[in-house]
């Protein structure tokens, strides 16, 4: 690792085709140079022709600028943008499910409250809620509700979009 290089998050947003073995084709990318993936999330743009890939890596400038050079030397992309931290909006959805007795029942749906996350499914003995926010939220919840024991979590990982108006497409 060369001296002086600072190591941190990068979220890059990547508009491709939509069509088959595109999310392949981009993850195989990541695989074959050794890159590691922190958040992965994929879906249709406004455009059903066009998917977004949001990739958020840890590394330091020098390999961003090689991801970003591969990724835009793939065909099915069209878009690369690496997204400023001040100008961006990010959000993730995460479910969580907690062991719940009629005894901490209560409590499980203040710390709920607290956080407005939304509870989906209340069964005898679990809650399970839905966390819609920045990673640090769902980290500060699961924190509050690891006490009473976080039975299951899936998370979408991080979606997000550049601040104001742009035009990805012109």
């Known amino acids: 690792m060369n001296e002086g290089l600072t190591i941190k998050k990068r979220t ?59 990724l835009r030397k793939l065909e099915c992309v069209y878009r690369v943008a690496v997204l400023n931290d001040d100008a961006m909006v990010t959000r993730e959805l995460t479910l969580i499910k907690v062991n719940a007795s009629a005894e901490n029942r209560s409590s499980i749906l203040e710390i709920a409250d607290v956080f407005r996350a939304k509870v989906i499914d209340l069964s005898p003995d679990t809650i399970t809620m839905e966390v819609t926010g920045t990673g640090a939220k769902t ?32």
């Open 12 to 70: 890059i947003s990547v508009v491709v085709d939509n069509c088959a073995g595109v999310l392949a084709r981009v993850s195989n990318l990541f695989s074959r140079r050794g890159f590691n993936i922190d958040s992965l999330a994929v879906g249709t743009t406004e455009k059903e022709e066009f998917s977004r890939i949001t990739i958020v890596v840890k590394c330091d400038d020098e390999l961003l600028e090689q991801i970003v050079s591969q």
């Open 139 to 170: 980290d500060a919840i699961m924190t509050m509700l690891s006490d009473f024991g976080v039975v299951e979590v899936a998370r979408t990982g991080l979606v997000a979009l550049d601040r104001g108006r742009s035009n990805i497409y012109g």
